[in-house]
């Protein structure tokens, strides 16, 4: 995404925040949650595995290892991650299941359905 915004709202890690133009420089963390970009007074939204934002000069740079478009989402797709990480807690006795992994991808997979359920209308 590069464009000019008037506002991005961040999940951080100890609550989300909102960057505005001439925002004070900023390097934070942020967590699985969703991003909402207001350009133009409509707002978009994207799933975001997590990661972290720099703001500096009035620009901001987000660094995540996923940023999805809500409207982009797959929720079969989704549906299955959620149903699979799922299998995996339940297996978690069996040696091969690395349990942390199986529940950053639970939360990830519900990270997705809930925010199509509560911004596909937007």
Do not use: C, W
């Not at 595995?49 to 929720?75: C, F, H, R, Y």
């Not at 992994?101 to 359905?113: D, E, I, P, V, Y």
């Amino acid at each position: 995404f590069n464009d000019y915004i008037e506002s991005v709202t961040i999940p951080g890690t100890l609550g989300s925040f909102q960057i505005l133009k001439d925002h004070a420089p900023l390097i934070s963390s942020f967590e699985v949650g969703v991003i909402k970009v207001k350009k133009n007074s409509a707002d978009s939204f994207y799933t975001t595995s997590g990661g972290t934002v720099e703001v500096n000069q009035n620009q901001i740079l987000v660094l995540a290892d996923s940023i999805e478009k809500i409207s982009d989402i797959d929720v079969d797709r989704a549906e299955q991650a959620r149903k699979r990480a799922e299998e995996r807690l339940r297996k978690k006795m069996d040696a091969d299941i690395d349990e942390a992994r199986a529940k950053s991808a639970l939360n990830r997979a519900l990270n997705r359905l809930n925010a199509v359920k509560m911004y596909s209308g937007n």
